[in-house]
């Protein structure tokens, strides 16, 4: 894998834990978002627009486990956020 490919895969990473707090953050407006959901497509498509985030991220929150959603996970999941970000060129 070159630099480029690396440096693609370390932001889209950070895309993903990013929407995932985000998701946290929002969690009565994402539940309702999946729950009027016809399918799955549909809850992906529009978790996507909530959060303005694309189908990968969109897809990650609803992988996401119930358990997840506790305070401690939470904090753990964003710490790794910003451990992310710290990592890319520039440090976002």
Do not use: C, N, Y
Request: no cysteine.
């Amino acid at each position: 894998m070159d630099e480029h490919e690396r440096q693609m895969r370390e932001e889209q990473q950070v895309m993903i834990v990013e929407a995932l707090v985000q998701a946290m953050d929002r969690r009565d407006e994402v539940f309702r978002v999946i729950d009027d959901s016809e399918d799955v497509d549909e809850a992906i498509r529009r978790v996507g627009q909530l959060l303005g985030v694309g189908e990968g991220p969109s897809r990650a929150v609803l992988d996401l486990q119930f358990r997840r959603f506790t305070r401690d996970q939470r904090q753990a999941i964003a710490s790794h956020a910003q451990e992310l970000r710290s990592q890319l060129p520039g440090g976002r």
